[in-house]
């Protein structure tokens, strides 16, 4: 038996080339994939985020007198208990301490509404609006500007006692 010699001539090169090819298409998918699953994570947050605001919100006073409607853009700007609020969405305590949820999201960007609030009734909604995720692939910096996320839930005692207890 003779076993033929095959001469590799000319291709000496072609394992690295071929490798360099798929490392930088395996890399660009892991990225990707990295990407997308920080972009799904913000937008779990601030789903959460509104989600327990207007929990917290819920019992919280809207205004003197309670339910008091507010006509800038819909949102309360003069609630006693907004810092309070907003201090939950962001940071998930009213006192504003800790680290921030979710980088980048300001207190112009949480909208509170009150409507028809009394005991047991009227509802609020806390929203988050015009809200930028920021990219994190390198060599590549875009803004992508998250829809609206709104939570509304029933009035349970927004801060409100009726005028005399049975």
């Known amino acids: 038996m003779t076993q033929k010699r095959v001469e590799k001539r000319g291709e000496s090169g072609?394992?690295?080339?071929?490798?360099?090819?798929?490392?930088?298409?395996?890399?660009?998918?892991?990225?990707?994939?990295?990407?997308?699953?920080?972009?799904?994570?913000?937008?779990?947050?601030?789903?959460?985020?509104?989600?327990?605001?207007?929990?917290?919100?819920?019992?919280?006073?809207a205004n003197t007198p309670a339910g008091t409607l507010r006509t800038t853009n819909g949102c309360d700007t003069t609630g006693p208990s907004l810092t309070s609020i907003q201090n939950f969405v962001m940071y998930g305590n009213a006192a504003g301490t800790g680290t921030e949820l979710l980088p980048g999201l300001q207190p112009a960007n949480i909208c509170v509404e009150y409507a028809g609030f009394g005991v047991g009734t009227g509802s609020v909604s806390v929203s988050i609006i015009d809200y930028n995720y920021s990219v994190v692939i390198p060599f590549i910096s875009r803004q992508i500007t998250m829809p609206a996320n709104r939570t509304t839930v029933r009035g349970e005692s927004a801060g409100a006692f009726p005028g005399a207890c049975p």
């Open 14 to 61: 072609a394992t690295t080339l071929e490798f360099t090819f798929i490392a930088v298409t395996f890399f660009m998918m892991l990225l990707a994939i990295t990407s997308g699953a920080s972009l799904y994570f913000a937008h779990n947050v601030l789903v959460e985020s509104t989600r327990r605001g207007a929990r917290f919100a819920a019992m919280q006073a």
